[in-house]
T-cell receptor, first 115, second 113 residues
Framework: DSGVTQTPKHLITATGQRVTLRCSPR?????VYWYQQSLDQGLQFLIQ???????AKGNILERFSAQQFPDLHSELNLSSLELGDSALYFC??????????????FGPGTRLTVL | QKEVEQDPGPLSVPEGAIVSLNCTYS??????FMWYRQYSRKGPELLMY????GNKEDGRFTAQVDKSSKYISLFIRDSQPSDSATYLC?????????????FGKGITLSVRP
C-alpha cells in the first residue's frame, strides 16, 4: 500500500458528462501528480500541483482541469467526456517539487469507462 | 517518433531465467532514468533509479544506462513468478521548470513456474 488513496475505484458514465476524481496524497507529501493510462498511449503525465499551486503541465486536454486544496487533497475534473477518455487515471504524490529526483508514490487508480 | 520507445512484448520466460528489458529514447536532455513495476490492477511502483551512465545493482535487479546510445536496460537475474508484472521505463530532464516524467508504454513479463 503506497499510502495514496483514490476514489472512486470505478466510474461508468456517458459521453458528454462531467466527472470528478479525488486523490489524497501520502501524509507529508506536498506534490500531487495526475496521469492517464490507456492501452494505446501508455502512461501519460497530465498535471502536477505543489502545495496548492500548479507546477507543471503535460498532455492535459482543455476539457480537463485539476486543483489541490489547502488540506493537500486533489481533484481532477473531466468534462464533455468522449469515448476516448476511457482510461485508468492515476494520482501520485511526492514530498518535494521535483518530479525527477523525488520518488513518486502512485495510488491504485480510478478506472473510467465512458459509454 | 515517440520520445521513449519500449519493446512491446509480452515476454514469457521460465523461472530462473535472466530477463533483459530495454528502452530507447530520443531526447538528449533526459538525465534521470527509472524503472517502475506495475502489478495487475495496481499503480506503478518505483523499482530502480539512476542518474548517470553505467550500472546500478539492487539485489536481483540491475539497471544500465548508456547515454551515448540513448539506451537503458533492466536486467532481472534468477527471475521468479512474483516478478510477473508490467515494467515501465521512465525518464526526466531538468531543463526548465516544467520537469516531468515521460514513460515508455510498458512490457508485460510473465515468469512461468
Amino acid at each position: 500500500d503506497s499510502g495514496v488513496t483514490q476514489t472512486p475505484k470505478h466510474l461508468i458514465t456517458a459521453t458528454g458528462q462531467r466527472v470528478t476524481l479525488r486523490c489524497s496524497p501520502r501524509s507529508g507529501d506536498l506534490s500531487v501528480y495526475w496521469y492517464q493510462q490507456s492501452l494505446d498511449q501508455g502512461l501519460q503525465f497530465l498535471i502536477q500541483y505543489y502545495n496548492g499551486e500548479e507546477r507543471a503541465k503535460g498532455n492535459i486536454l482543455e476539457r480537463f482541469s485539476a486543483q489541490q486544496f489547502p488540506d493537500l487533497h486533489s481533484e481532477l475534473n473531466l468534462s464533455s467526456l468522449e469515448l476516448g477518455d476511457s482510461a485508468l487515471y492515476f494520482c501520485a504524490s511526492s514530498q518535494g517539487v521535483s518530479s525527477d529526483t523525488d520518488t513518486q508514490y502512485f495510488g491504485p487508480g480510478t478506472r473510467l469507462t465512458v459509454l | 517518433q515517440k520520445e521513449v520507445e519500449q519493446d512491446p512484448g509480452p515476454l514469457s520466460v521460465p523461472e530462473g531465467a535472466i530477463v533483459s528489458l530495454n528502452c530507447t529514447y530520443s531526447n538528449s536532455a533526459f538525465q534521470y532514468f527509472m524503472w517502475y513495476r506495475q502489478y495487475s490492477r495496481k499503480g506503478p511502483e518505483l523499482l530502480m533509479y539512476t542518474y548517470s551512465s553505467g550500472n546500478k545493482e539492487d539485489g536481483r535487479f540491475t539497471a544500465q544506462v548508456d547515454k551515448s546510445s540513448k539506451y537503458i536496460s533492466l536486467f532481472i537475474r534468477d527471475s521468479q513468478p512474483s516478478d510477473s508484472a508490467t515494467y515501465l521505463c521512465a525518464m526526466s530532464d531538468t531543463t526548465g521548470a516544467n520537469s516531468k516524467l515521460t514513460f515508455g508504454k510498458g512490457i508485460t513479463l510473465s515468469v512461468r513456474p
